[in-house]
């Protein structure tokens, strides 16, 4: 089977006008133009543990796909194509630049991974332009009812991946249906990637809206070119003004991908993990400064830290509902049990979004899923090209 460009230009050209509903179905006709007989758009659920099928006009509902159990759900964990033993199906990871979005079932005879996989590409693209105003493709993530707070969180944050040739950093959240009080934020710049992470007292709707409105503060403050004190200060204002109850604890830094040095502010938060050949090292612990609300920064700017990294180092953020959380014997999952789970799964060589995954699902175990607070974790790696 050779696919011709002429299918792929003219599946851009019909998504044009189409919800996110007719999505599957467009796909599945510009499959059966390239020879395939069958195909099928799986999204992953929002705490990624499963794929649900889009519906598409000529099948009923197809039944969701364990991510640790399937064949589709190994292409997902890996990032990579995966045939049946026959060879007429391949599942194929459907990432919008680093970030994972699902996979794409094509099924056929003499199967062209090379025109699946940029099926697969095309339909990513067409997943995200769509999202961002379809209720289907919203819905289809959610396996139950979403909080206000956690609702107005999930509308602020990023996408959990994002990455270049030089870095890469992923997030997790949980519980994500019922988040109150921490958010993250990555993002690159001309020379350098930015990252934050919050964490408002409490767990309620005013948590929320604190944390989303210093996620706004501290991009209103990089976009017309503040520094990281300047951000911090922001967000201190606005809390005092604003959240008059609330305390908030940060981190926020910025890592030139030039030359890897890493700058951060720590606001009373758990200081990062610095991950090096296999081994977590403390040099990243300084003086924490005082909580954000009491608009103490405006007067006494933060502390303004300083670290060269190496090729190949991550730097873990977390908040403290990650390393305080407590099995029901009272066991701490604790800082080295956070860095070991990360270690021994990338040396297993999986990827850093796989990693997290993972190990959120491991902290939940450790809770017995009975979540008391918000655990939220930010790797970032620097691996600059030669």
Same mark, same amino acid.
């Given at each position: 089977m050779m696919a011709s460009n002429s299918f792929l230009a003219d599946l851009v050209a019909r998504s044009q006008l189409i919800s996110g509903r007719d999505l599957a179905g467009l796909v599945f006709d510009a499959g059966r133009a390239m020879g395939l007989t069958a195909t099928g758009v799986y999204v992953t659920d929002l705490q990624q543990t499963r794929l649900i099928a889009l519906p598409q006009p000529v099948s009923a509902g197809e039944p969701a796909l364990d991510i640790d159990s399937s064949l589709a759900g190994l292409a997902y964990r890996m990032e990579r194509t995966h045939l049946t033993q026959d060879g007429m199906t391949a599942w194929i990871p459907m990432v919008d630049g680093v970030e994972r979005l699902g996979v794409l079932k094509a099924r056929g005879p003499d199967l062209s991974l090379a025109d699946c996989e940029a099926l697969a590409g095309v339909t990513a693209l067409l997943l995200v332009s769509k999202s961002s105003y379809s209720d289907l493709l919203v819905e289809t993530e959610r396996r139950q009812t979403m909080t206000v707070q956690a609702e107005l969180l999930w509308a602020f944050l990023p996408p959990r991946t994002i990455g270049t040739a030089q870095a890469t950093s992923t997030a997790v959240l949980e519980p994500a249906y019922n988040a109150g009080g921490d958010a993250f934020d990555h993002s690159f710049t001309d020379d350098g990637l930015h990252l934050a992470l919050l964490d408002a007292m409490g767990h309620d709707l005013a948590s929320g809206g604190a944390s989303a409105a210093g996620l706004a503060a501290c991009r209103a403050t990089r976009h017309s070119g503040g520094r990281l004190t300047d951000i911090v200060t922001e967000i201190d204002r606005i809390l005092d003004e604003w959240f008059t109850d609330r305390l908030m604890t940060a981190i926020i830094a910025d890592l030139d991908l030039t030359?890897?040095?890493?700058?951060? !502010?720590?606001?009373?938060? *758990? *200081?990062?993990?610095? %991950?090096?050949?296999?081994? !977590?090292?403390?040099?990243?612990?300084?003086?924490?400064?005082?909580?954000? #609300?009491?608009?103490?920064?405006?007067?006494?700017?933060?502390?303004?830290?300083? /670290?060269?990294?190496?090729?190949?180092?991550?730097?873990?953020?977390?908040?403290? #509902? %990650?390393?305080? /959380?407590?099995? *029901?014997?009272?066991?701490?999952?604790?800082?080295?049990?956070? /860095?070991?789970? !990360?270690?021994?799964?990338?040396?297993?060589?999986?990827?850093?979004?796989? /990693?997290?995954?993972?190990?959120?699902?491991?902290? =939940?175990?450790?809770?017995?899923? =009975?979540?008391?607070?918000?655990?939220?974790? %930010?790797?970032?790696?620097?691996?600059?090209?030669?």
């Open positions: 030359d890897g040095t890493l700058t951060w !502010v720590n606001c009373a938060h *758990p *200081p990062p993990l610095l %991950v090096r050949g296999g081994q !977590v090292l403390h040099i990243l612990q300084r003086e924490p400064d005082l909580p954000l #609300g009491w608009n103490f920064h405006s007067h006494t700017p933060p502390t303004t830290h300083r /670290a060269r990294l190496q090729p190949g180092d991550r730097i873990l953020l977390y908040s403290d #509902g %990650v390393t305080e /959380a407590r099995s *029901p014997e009272g066991d701490l999952f604790g800082e080295q049990r956070l /860095a070991d789970t !990360v270690i021994r799964a990338m040396a297993a060589g999986e990827p850093a979004p796989e /990693a997290l995954r993972r190990l959120l699902q491991q902290l =939940k175990r450790h809770q017995e899923h =009975k979540m008391s607070d918000d655990a939220t974790i %930010v790797m970032a790696e620097w691996h600059p090209t030669p």
